[in-house]
């Protein structure tokens, strides 16, 4: 049984018969005659009582009828959705971010895409930059706001650059050097509190790099899976942080953020994702983040 069986079917019931049912599919009336034929007999029961005058249903005709309407519009139903679906139009979306590293972009960001494919449903997790590699590549994420890409998701992932923000240093604001900008070079001997290497490597292999080039290793005094931990373990006094600028909005008022003036003081903001799960809800929201006008530098990270 096919679907123009039920066509062809619904066209002689509504017609009561087979020629003007002929001139509206553009068939020949023995060709509709004879699938319908084929029809009742796959079912094995008479659909159709055939007049001189009309064709009229029989009472399993009419039942079938009714159904075979249903099926029509299922898959009249199945095929807007399919063509939908490769507009962008509906479908998932899995977004990451991780708190304190995306400022307000991403959120007006993808509230604009909520607003421009209402039938997608868009679902958004905060995770932290080293567990969104890992969902990027199983497919629990579909694109996430991140630090650069570590080895090997480098090569597992494709990634954009959004934005470069510049690295602070964070005192408690007694902190006899927490006033003006500073170099790396004077917080040698300081303690310092860093983000799990766990949680943010690439932020954590950044800060070791920076103060390598500064002609010290830092001693580390203690670690915090986020950035909210680390401030609160400067302000504790357990040492000094470095972080990216934005998370300065907000925080505490015992804190003080100064700018490093060392050269490549910044860290990275990217958008990654992963090519096999490229699709055109996905491939529209890359668009909408790259036209987005607020970055401010645009490039390929990779």
């Not at 005058?53 to 075979?68: D, N, S």
């Not at 991140?146 to 964070?170: G, H, I, K, N």
């Not at 604001?173 to 170099?183: E, G, S, Y």
């Not at 001997?189 to 490597?201: C, D």
Request: proline share 7%.
């Amino acid at each position: 049984m096919e679907l123009r069986h039920l066509r062809y079917f619904c066209a002689v019931a509504a017609h009561q018969g087979f020629s003007r049912s002929a001139r509206e599919l553009h068939v020949s009336q023995s060709a509709i005659s004879e699938q319908i034929s084929d029809l009742e007999r796959e079912i094995g029961v008479p659909l159709l009582v055939r007049g001189q005058q009309k064709t009229t249903l029989t009472l399993p005709g009419e039942i079938f009828l009714r159904e075979a309407k249903r099926v029509l519009e299922a898959a009249g139903q199945a095929v807007e959705t399919a063509q939908r679906a490769a507009r962008g139009e509906i479908g998932t979306l899995t977004v990451g971010f991780f708190n304190g590293g995306t400022g307000s972009d991403v959120p007006s960001i993808i509230k604009k895409f909520r607003r421009l494919h209402p039938g997608v449903r868009v679902s958004v997790a905060d995770m932290v930059p080293g567990l969104q590699s890992t969902a990027l590549v199983n497919g629990t994420m579909d694109v996430g706001f991140t630090r650069p890409l570590e080895t090997p998701f480098d090569q597992l992932l494709r990634s954009e650059l959004l934005y470069q923000d510049p690295l602070v240093a964070v005192f408690p604001k007694d902190h006899p050097l927490a006033r003006m900008p500073v170099d790396l070079r004077r917080l040698a001997r300081e303690p310092f509190v860093l983000v799990a290497r766990e949680s943010s490597p690439s932020l954590f292999g950044k800060i070791l790099a920076l103060c390598s080039e500064a002609g010290f290793s830092p001693r580390i005094a203690g670690t915090g899976v986020a950035w909210a931990s680390v401030v609160l373990l400067v302000e504790a006094g357990e040492g000094i942080a470095i972080l990216p600028s934005n998370l300065r909005h907000g925080a505490s008022k015992n804190l003080v953020f100064c700018p490093l003036t060392n050269p490549g003081a910044e860290i990275s903001l990217v958008m990654a994702w992963s090519a096999q799960r490229e699709g055109p809800v996905l491939n529209a929201f890359l668009k909408l983040v790259r036209d987005y006008p607020n970055w401010p530098v645009h490039g390929k990270a990779r």
